[in-house]
């Protein structure tokens, strides 16, 4: 059974950083893109970075230069740093997989870490 | 990269066909066959519903279909059920990034 299991999340104040984590079961992770997708309390799902099999990254204009997306493939896990934490970053965060050669979907989803930014 | 266009909000009777619209660019959803949708309800997981415009995963309820023309997506639910009410999003391929998601759609079922 695919299973992703987040963890990392917590308060913080802004401009400080904090390292999400993401430890994925159930499939054999270096075969496999990742995401990680945010949803800001009362609004959308917002796709936040993803990864290749090959270490490939890619970000949106909102966290470009401030989170940095990684995988440590022996460990079967993804992780996500962000620094220079605003207000706005404060979401929960899901790690999602996307299947073999499909970068542009996720078919497997985490429950979220919470992360709050705030004084 | 603008995040693409769905309704707030759609309502429908149970039994009831309801369809959202999902309005993107000719560089996106225009441009290639990379449209998906998930539901979402709230607190838990989002759930894919389709993809690649059209088709369904294992285990998603044929009641689900998917669409595309031009530079607008639709996700059709046929005979409307009460565990389908939840948030929408669609999302799609970009010439400059992965994935971009819609605002989400919030279906109520009457």
């Not at chain 2, 400059?96 to 989400?104: A, D, E, I, Q």
């Amino acid at each position: 059974e695919v299973q992703l299991v987040e963890s990392g999340g917590g308060l913080v104040q802004p401009g400080g950083s904090l390292r999400l984590s993401c430890a994925a079961s159930g499939f054999t992770f270096s075969n496999y893109d990742m995401h990680w997708v945010r949803q800001v309390p009362g609004k959308g799902l917002e796709w936040v970075s993803a990864i290749g099999t090959t270490g490939d990254t890619y970000y949106p204009g909102s966290v470009k230069g401030r989170f940095t997306i990684s995988r440590e493939d022996p460990k079967n896990s993804l992780y996500l740093q962000m620094n220079s934490l605003r207000a706005g970053d404060t979401a929960v965060y899901y790690c999602a997989r996307a299947p073999k050669y499909s970068i542009h979907y996720c078919d497997f989803w985490g429950q979220g870490t919470l992360v709050t930014v705030s004084s | 990269q603008s995040a693409l266009t769905q309704p707030a909000s759609v309502s429908g009777s149970p039994g009831q066909s309801i369809t959202i619209s999902c309005t993107g660019t000719s560089s996106d959803v225009g441009a290639y066959d990379y449209v998906s949708w998930y539901q979402h309800h709230p607190g838990k997981a989002p759930k894919l519903m389709i993809y690649e415009v059209s088709n369904r995963p294992s285990g998603v309820s044929n009641r689900f279909s998917g669409s595309k023309s031009g530079n607008t997506a639709s996700l059709t639910i046929s005979g409307l059920q009460a565990e389908d009410e939840a948030d929408y999003y669609c999302t799609s391929y970009t010439s400059s990034s992965p994935v971009v998601f819609g605002g989400g759609t919030k279906l109520t079922v009457l």
